[in-house]
């Protein structure tokens, strides 16, 4: 995983990691369990041993442990990276020639991840006061690029100008939350009605026309 991920998600105590930078070494075992993590949890699913993922990635069990002490920390360290790309992603098309098009393929980006990663979203759902605290930042940025994403869409007409950045955000989340635990429900069909609420609508024909 090519990003250095946001420290606020990999150790026991998230606010004492942001606070002190890992060493050299130990952030290169960290981003190896990480992208160790990612690949086996593809392969065998969120019930993977961690022992599994600590041979992936080269390490010892117990520098996994310190690094996340419980599976459940190790899942919000994904999410928490992978936000942190999405943010990026949203960045690298800000200047992108078709800004509808860059929006609304954006939040198709952002389904398409979030339904590969729906068994991270489940377990990490109803997590801790630690986690909320250090997904805050990230989301934030997250929301920043995507207005400018929203903007642009907005100045060429192609999306309702009362959207906000934080619904664009809440709604694309809610549809990524909504997939992960609704089995039948393709979440490319439910993203397909979220778009369809965010582009402006034609005046309503006078009743009785045509």
């Known amino acids: 995983m090519g990003r250095t991920a946001p420290a606020a998600g990999g150790c026991a105590d998230p606010g004492t990691a942001a606070a002190r930078p890992l060493r050299a070494d130990a952030q290169r075992n960290r981003d190896r369990i990480l992208a160790a993590a990612e690949s086996v949890f593809a392969e065998e699913g969120i019930e993977a041993p961690v022992d599994l993922i600590a041979d992936k990635a080269g390490v010892g069990v117990g520098t996994l442990y310190r690094h996340f002490p419980t ?44 339904t590969a990663k729906r068994d991270l979203l489940v377990a990490v759902t109803g997590a801790g006061v630690e986690f909320e605290q250090a997904v805050a930042p990230v ?72």
């Open 139 to 210: 989301k934030e940025a997250l929301r920043e690029a995507v207005g400018v994403l929203l903007a642009r869409a907005q100045a060429v007409g192609a999306v309702r100008p009362d959207v906000t950045a934080a619904v664009v955000v809440s709604m694309v989340g809610a549809t990524c939350q909504a997939a992960a635990h609704t089995a039948g429900a393709p979440a490319c069909d439910m993203l397909a009605i979220v778009c369809d609420g965010l582009r402006p609508q034609a005046p309503a024909a006078p009743a009785g026309s045509g």
């Open 71 to 114: 599976k459940e920390r190790l899942c919000e360290a994904i999410l928490l990276e992978r936000l942190d790309a999405l943010t990026e992603d949203a960045r690298a098309l800000a200047d992108a020639p078709d800004p509808a098009g860059a929006f609304f393929d954006f939040l198709s980006h952002v389904v398409e991840q979030g």
